[in-house]
């Protein structure tokens, strides 16, 4: 009877052990409102600021979160707001830490999206780039921030999107190029 209890109790400890571990891991887990509260906490502006560790602490969350999540601080300007405290060594390190995984989550959308959708979203940013076309920079631009996300939009573009993707894409990509070459 003994030896059948302690078996019970075992099972309950590892069980529960198990229980807690699951439950860290999710908590540990960003989110987009934990990377909004991180970074509202933590502003690189405070004389205090360990900068280092709050941009690789915002690195490493960024990169962790999903992309819907990513879409989300984006559209209410979080990210963006980071990005432009940094000093541009900084968002150079910073993109090349956040953009491969951005895009690839990004490709991976657009691989499961069905092509209705897909059309929709391509139809939707042609328009809003033809919009655009031969406007002035702004004066913050970065032309080497710019060429960056570029170039590494477009090779997880060649090496992650299916053929589907790659063809229905096709004319975002052109439309993109006539926007940076019209660009003055």
């Not at 908590?27 to 205090?48: E, F, V």
């Not at 541009?88 to 995984?101: I, K, N, V, W, Y």
């Not at 031969?134 to 960056?148: I, L, N, V």
């Amino acid at each position: 009877m003994k030896f059948r209890l302690n078996i019970v109790l075992a099972l309950i400890l590892v069980w529960g052990v198990a229980c807690a571990v699951v439950f860290a891991v999710r908590q540990a887990r960003p989110t987009a409102q934990s990377l909004s509260d991180y970074i509202g906490k933590h502003p690189l502006a405070s004389p205090d600021a360990d900068r280092a560790r709050i941009i690789a602490r915002v690195d490493d969350m960024l990169n962790g979160i999903s992309y819907e999540d990513r879409q989300k601080l984006q559209r209410e300007g979080v990210t963006r707001n980071f990005f432009k405290e940094l000093t541009q060594a900084e968002q150079s390190d910073f993109l090349d830490a956040t953009l491969p995984s951005g895009f690839k989550q990004m490709m991976d959308a657009f691989n499961k999206m069905d092509a209705d959708k897909r059309k929709k979203f391509v139809d939707h940013a042609l328009e809003e780039m033809k919009k655009h076309q031969g406007e002035a920079r702004p004066p913050d631009f970065d032309e080497k921030a710019a060429q960056k996300m570029v170039n590494e939009g477009l090779r997880s573009f060649y090496s992650d999107a299916s053929a589907d993707v790659k063809l229905d894409l096709a004319p975002v990509i052109e439309q993109m190029q006539i926007n940076l070459q019209s660009m003055h």
